[in-house]
């Protein structure tokens, strides 16, 4: 199968959107059963978690979490609801008719809910700052081959949302790159993994298997 075929692969048996199957792809090493499952794990970490309890149950959507005790009631329909397959929408924001969800069940053992949190004050040391990078004026073409035959494999990310699947000889230096991206958009280019800056003298099995982001060289 060519990149495209795995990814679409990979799409299809995690219900997973493109960038994710690519993201798991490079981060399996070009495992497709691993990236399947990496894939499978961050849609269901995405998913509306309900969790039941003895005593009640827990509704988890992102970083929110809510209990909702029995002694009150109108609580205890909502587990006699999910055992008719049916929920409350308002309690995990749905606007249609029917959504996919994870139900834990720990109805062995009591949730205990934090009645108060002990507060601490709390200083940034760190100060981290995201730089934000001009955009590219040109729409780039999504797949980039420089060789035929080439053996190393690595994603271009540009404009923060854009991709392109390139593939080149082992043998290559990073230059090859820099200057056709240069020649495409009339304009230097900088090449960076996790924030370090890759030259153009640096060998491209460097990028093999990367996420690469491609931005202006406003230095220039």
């Known amino acids: 199968m060519n990149f495209e075929e795995v990814i679409g692969v990979i799409m299809k048996e995690s219900q997973c959107s493109r960038e994710v199957a690519i993201d798991c792809y490079l981060e399996s090493k ?5 990236a399947v499952d990496l894939a499978k794990e961050h849609v269901r970490s995405r998913l509306t978690t309900i969790l039941l309890y003895k005593n009640g149950l827990v509704v ?8 909702y005790d029995y ?3 109108k ?3 909502l587990r006699d609801m999910i055992e008719r397959g049916e929920f409350d929408k308002d309690l995990i924001d749905c606007s249609c008719d029917s959504i996919d969800v994870v139900i834990e069940n720990f109805e062995d053992e009591e949730y205990f809910l934090l009645k ?15 730089e934000k990078y001009p955009e590219i ?5 999504k797949e980039i081959i420089f060789d035929e035959k080439g053996d190393v494999n690595f994603v271009v990310v540009y404009n923060r949302t854009k991709s392109i699947i390139c593939r080149i000889d082992f043998n290559s230096k990073i230059e090859k790159v820099l200057k056709h991206f240069k020649s495409i958009i009339n304009k230097p280019v900088n090449l960076y993994i ?4 890759y030259s153009g003298n640096q060998d491209v099995s460097d990028l093999d298997c990367s ?7 406003v230095t220039d």
């Open 194 to 197: 996790n924030n370090k800056k």
């Open 211 to 217: 996420m690469v982001t491609l931005v202006l060289d």
């Open 60 to 67: 988890k959507k992102g970083d929110c979490e809510n209990f």
């Open 30 to 34: 070009n495992n497709i059963t691993n």
């Open 75 to 77: 609580n205890k329909e």
């Open 137 to 141: 004026p040109v729409e780039l073409p």
């Open 116 to 130: 108060k949190r002990k507060l601490c004050s709390i200083r940034d040391i760190y100060k981290i700052k995201h």
């Open 71 to 73: 002694d009150d009631k």
